[in-house]
């Protein structure tokens, strides 16, 4: 196995669209509709708790200083410390934050886990800068989110175009700053470390090997075998590359992937170590990889297959593409990547969605085991983290594939109202304060 995309940040899609809260809240009402919602909950939900703005100054390597400006939205914690990603993108604002961090809330609540949701970032193309200016830039927006962040209250972890180097810098620059007795009880403020800091054995791979999962156990319910099922993935970052090494070890086919760079199709199969040594020699592209045929941008999602695997960035399956669409099984292996019209559409055409609060929860469950780790100073081993994995998830979709069975609803919903029903219980348990 190659360890290839350990430490390599997310793929760029090339649609830079972004995440809309306006999505998350449409999907949150249709639940919560469905359920029959508490009226005061609803209104609590519906909104964040905090949305932090930092704007700060970083000297460059050419010795001129610019300013960027960084977020974190904590959309609520009934469940626990908020939880969720940093990602560096140009597409990062208040807007997109609030959505990813209300995703974040349900994602944990459906994994039973004691979190709740956050996200944020900075809004830049890490491309255009040196790894020495982008140590500076985590550094100093680390300091500048300062008490904002923090292991019992707000956890950060790696996202689009940020690394487990990303966390390293975050741990070291927010652990310098609490007092000599307290540093060694901080290394659990961000998870997705590298393995010789802190991380968790395994975590590079979680979220691909979750939407693996995903995909493997709604196979099985439908009595279908995986071997010879072709399959194509946008973002060929970690979760892309993981999500089909897996698969292939299944006996799966790769047909179609893409990049920021390039659409690549082969009706034969891609082989996955080959594509990613290949992308690793040359700056993290795949375009003119020798073994597929580069084709169109937009022939992408027309391309014929059994399984659709969107693994880039939010909204790049719209109204505008919906409908050439040739699958009938879509895994969500980001974040948001189909809209509501979109959706709609594929429904309406009778295409089965894994919903990415369900299907790519791998990360944030590994992120738990990570941050138990640290807390209890303990060193889990690779088998005892993958069997953990396996069952958590197992124990997730099960419950979101049979509330779909049993109520008729579709699995987004089913997903969305056992989230939510997890967090109404809490508020009516505890009430409101005062």
């Not at 809309?20 to 449409?26: G, Q, R, T």
């Not at 040196?130 to 989110?145: G, Q």
């Amino acid at each position: 196995m190659t360890i290839a995309k350990q430490l390599e940040p997310e793929v760029k899609p090339l649609k830079k669209t972004k995440v809309k809260a306006k999505s998350v809240l449409e999907q949150f009402n249709t639940a919560a509709d469905h359920i029959g919602l508490n009226p005061n909950i609803r209104k609590i939900l519906s909104i964040t708790n905090n949305e932090i703005i930092v704007h700060f100054p970083v000297k460059m390597d050419n010795g001129e200083v610019e300013i960027f400006t960084g977020y974190r939205v904590q959309h609520n914690n009934a469940l626990g410390p908020y939880k969720g990603g940093l990602r560096y993108h140009p597409t990062v604002d208040i807007d997109a934050a609030r959505a990813l961090a209300m995703w974040m809330t349900w994602k944990s609540s459906l994994a039973g886990l004691p979190f709740g949701g956050g996200k944020g970032g900075i809004q830049i193309d890490p491309s255009k800068y040196s790894i020495t200016e982008l140590e500076r830039i985590t550094r100093r927006f680390t300091y500048a989110l300062g008490d904002n962040i923090g292991p019992a209250h707000d956890i950060p972890a790696p996202d689009v175009n940020t690394s487990a180097q990303t966390m390293a810098w975050m741990a070291d620059t927010y652990m310098s700053t609490r007092s000599p007795a307290a540093r060694s009880m901080n290394q659990h403020v961000v998870t997705g470390k590298p393995v010789d800091s802190g991380g968790l054995e395994g975590r590079d791979r979680a979220t691909g090997y979750g939407v693996y999962l995903s995909i493997k156990f709604w196979a099985e319910k439908n009595n279908i075998n995986l071997e010879n099922k072709t399959y194509i993935v946008q973002g060929f970052g970690n979760v892309g590359y993981w999500t089909s090494w897996f698969l292939e070890k299944e006996g799966a086919k790769l047909i179609g992937v893409q990049d920021a760079f390039a659409t690549l199709h082969n009706e034969n199969g891609i082989k996955i170590d080959d594509l990613s040594n290949y992308s690793l020699a040359n700056k993290n592209s795949i375009a003119q990889f020798p073994d597929a045929n580069q084709i169109e941008m937009q022939d992408f999602f027309g391309l014929e297959c059994d399984i659709l695997i969107p693994a880039a960035l939010g909204n790049q399956i719209t109204e505008d593409n919906a409908h050439i669409i040739k699958t009938g099984f879509i895994a969500e292996g980001a974040n948001g990547p189909i809209d509501t019209e979109g959706e709609r559409i594929l429904v309406e055409r009778g295409i089965s969605i894994i919903p990415d609060i369900l299907c790519n929860s791998g990360g944030v469950v590994a992120s738990y085991f990570e941050w138990l780790q640290n807390r209890n100073g303990e060193i889990w081993q690779m088998d005892e983290i993958m069997g953990k994995l396996d069952k958590k998830l197992k124990q997730s979709f099960d419950k979101v594939y049979e509330y779909s069975q049993d109520k008729n609803v579709d699995m987004r919903t089913a997903a969305y109202a056992i989230a939510i029903q997890r967090i109404e219980k809490a508020y009516i348990q505890r009430g409101i304060f005062p």
